[in-house]
T-cell receptor, first 114, second 108 residues
Framework: NAGVTQTPKFQVLKTGQSMTLQCAQD?????MYWYRQDPGMGLRLIYY???????DKGEVPNGYNVSRLNKREFSLRLESAAPSQTSVYFC?????????????FGPGTRLTVL | GIQVEQSPPDLILQEGANSTLRCNFS?????LQWFHQNPWGQLINLFY???GTKQNGRLSATTVATERYSLLYISSSQTTDSGVYFC??????????FGAGTTVTVRA
């Protein structure tokens, strides 16, 4: 049981390049989330998927797109990377049960945009 | 959106000391989680605590939802307790809003 996994762990991009961050969970969770963490700050929600087939914007969606590929996988795409997107990106999942919606996080992807 | 404030922002402890971290939030929430972010960046789930008190070893947490705050207690601190502690509140459509964190440094 690996929990939430993310690839890659590190990435360096040049301004204008594109890339996709991958996330997978093996806990049979319904909901998945993408957050970013900037230095000295807490995490901020970029996009989330309440259930397979649905996606919604979070607090800071500009410059990103997402795809809920199936119940296990949720990807985050940067179409044209900008230096302001330098950050650590975390994926999370939860069961979306009113009695227990505890979120579990992956190890993060450290992205630098030059 | 919901505002989440954590205090203090930084805490330096001598090994063996006790401490209390506080989390205030600005509106009613569905739930609340405490996390520890270790020096390698991994977020470790500590407590999922919408109300009441829970204990896990040397750590315990209390949430008073009606007064919009939660407390995290660390007793007999160890160097492995160092890191950043985040409070996150669940609102709306199962979303989390995070505080800025408390950075804890435990010195041997």
């Amino acid at each position: 049981n690996a929990g939430v996994t993310q690839t890659p762990k590190f990435q360096v991009l040049k301004t204008g390049q594109s890339m996709t961050l991958q996330c997978a969970q093996d806990m049979n969770h319904n909901s998945m989330y993408w957050y970013r963490q900037d230095p000295g700050m807490g995490l901020r929600l970029i996009y989330y998927s309440a259930s397979e087939g649905t996606t919604d914007k979070g607090e800071v969606p500009n410059g990103y797109n997402v795809s809920r590929l199936n119940k296990r996988e949720f990807s985050l795409r940067l179409e044209s990377a900008a230096p302001s997107q330098t950050s650590v990106y975390f994926c999370a999942s939860s069961g979306r049960d009113r009695l227990n919606n505890e979120q579990f996080f992956g190890p993060g992807t450290r992205l630098t945009v030059l | 959106g919901i505002q989440v404030e954590q205090s203090p922002p930084d805490l330096i402890l001598q090994e063996g000391a006790n401490s209390t971290l506080r989390c205030n939030f600005s509106d009613s929430v569905n739930n609340l989680q405490w996390f520890h972010q270790n020096p390698w960046g991994q977020l470790i789930n500590l407590f999922y605590i919408p109300s009441g008190t829970k204990q896990n070893g040397r750590l315990s947490a209390t949430t008073v939802a009606t007064e919009r705050y939660s407390l995290l207690y660390i007793s007999s601190s160890q160097t492995t307790d160092s890191g950043v502690y985040f409070c996150a509140v669940e609102y709306g459509d199962y979303k989390l809003s995070f505080g800025a964190g408390t950075t804890v440094t435990v010195r041997a």
